[in-house]
Nanobody, 120 residues
Framework: QVQLVESGGGLVQAGGSLRLSCAAS????????MGWYRQAPGKQRELVAA???????NYADSVKGRFTISRDNAKNTVYLQMNSLKPEDTAVYYC??????????????WGLGTQVTVSS
């Protein structure tokens, strides 16, 4: 099994910054894609940013130019640097990772989420 734990969420004023972290643990053979999703109350979960093992990235249009996703393969960790935060960024942010575990084969794991609240 592969587990993901997010951290770094909190309350911040509009225009401020936060950095989210997500660490993967367990019997990991390799991690391929990693990403951040978010879900606001009453809305569907949406992709915020994703990064491949080769570090190619893609972003939701709403966060382009403000958010940056990165990963540290040695630490099995993915980050989301969020700058110029807006109230509409308020949501629970979830980490996702896909790859191959040592004993169980392919995995697609999710963290429990971390709350990000941006005040106006």
């Amino acid at each position: 099994q592969v587990q993901l734990v997010e951290s770094g969420g909190g309350l911040v004023q509009a225009g401020g910054s936060l950095r989210l972290s997500c660490a993967a643990s367990g019997s990991i053979f390799s991690i391929n894609g990693m990403g951040w999703y978010r879900q606001a109350p009453g809305k569907q979960r949406e992709l915020v940013a994703a990064i491949s093992r080769g570090s190619s990235t893609n972003y939701a249009d709403s966060v382009k130019g403000r958010f940056t996703i990165s990963r540290d393969n040695a630490k099995n960790t993915v980050y989301l640097q969020m700058n110029s935060l807006k109230p509409e960024d308020t949501a629970v942010y979830y980490c996702n990772a896909r790859g191959v575990s040592v004993y169980q084969g392919a995995f697609d794991s999710w963290g429990l989420g971390t709350q990000v609240t941006v005040s106006s």
